[in-house]
């Protein structure tokens, strides 16, 4: 009959000093949990022989929030609650295993399409397996794209960007800073894709430099373009 926990809840008691009751059978004496003021957890709708399991999963919880228990700070920014999405399908090697194949764009080497196959998949079995979860999720991502559209229009008050499209030929001035000097590099070439995604809209021009292709993907509202 406790407070449901939940990742939210870990990030509560990151750096409170806890003490853990576990309880057995029917639970703890009600007298206690009243004098004491002691706050009742839940780890989920299921029924186990002691608090113990329980204690290990709140515990195990808070510490990997801890810095430093982790490798990597940025997994915990592209773990499932964070974003209120499912985790993507994950492969290892070897690539061909029992006639079935790694998915060939994670062998593809490009980085964006990489991510876009993972969000895809990410909100595809979300949406399928915890509808809870894709709500809110749709809810954080269109305050997400309203706050955007309101940057972006600040962005073009200031500054103008001309229209163009696929296949036109660009020059696009970028600001390089050497200590306390700045200055103008220049890219020129034909853009061969543009992504219309308000704040995180992009653009990738292909130039041929000493007969090799060379494309660059910029942000269209960097304020370096």
């Given at each position: 009959?406790?407070?449901k926990f939940d990742q939210n809840y870990a990030k509560k008691l990151l750096n409170k000093n806890l003490n853990i009751i576990c309880g057995h059978f029917e639970g703890v004496d009600q007298r ?33 929030l801890i810095p430093g228990v982790l490798g990597n700070l940025n997994s915990l920014n592209d773990e499932t609650f964070e974003k209120n999405l499912l985790e993507y399908p994950q492969y290892t ?133």
């Amino acid at each position: 009959k406790g407070e449901k926990f939940d990742q939210n809840y870990a990030k509560k008691l990151l750096n409170k000093n806890l003490n853990i009751i576990c309880g057995h059978f029917e639970g703890v004496d009600q007298r206690l949990l009243e004098t004491r003021n002691i706050k009742e957890v839940s780890i989920g709708d299921y029924v186990l022989s002691g608090g113990e399991i329980g204690a290990l999963v709140v515990i195990d919880a808070i510490v990997r929030l801890i810095p430093g228990v982790l490798g990597n700070l940025n997994s915990l920014n592209d773990e499932t609650f964070e974003k209120n999405l499912l985790e993507y399908p994950q492969y290892t090697k070897p690539q061909k295993w029992e006639k079935k194949d790694v998915p060939e764009v994670l062998l593809s080497g490009d980085h964006a399409k990489i991510k876009d196959w993972r969000l895809k998949q990410s909100e595809d079995i979300t949406r399928r397996r915890r509808p809870d979860l894709w709500e809110k999720y749709k809810k954080k991502m269109k305050n997400i794209e309203e706050i955007n559209r309101e940057s972006v229009k600040k962005i073009l008050a200031k500054k103008k960007i001309p229209e163009f499209f696929a296949g036109d030929t660009i020059k696009v001035g970028v600001r390089i800073f050497e200590g306390k000097r700045e200055r103008i590099q220049y890219f020129e070439g034909v853009c061969i894709a543009k992504k219309k995604r308000d704040l995180n809209s992009s653009f990738t021009v292909r130039k041929i430099s000493f007969g090799e292709g060379v494309e660059r993907t910029f942000a269209l509202f960097s304020p370096i373009i």
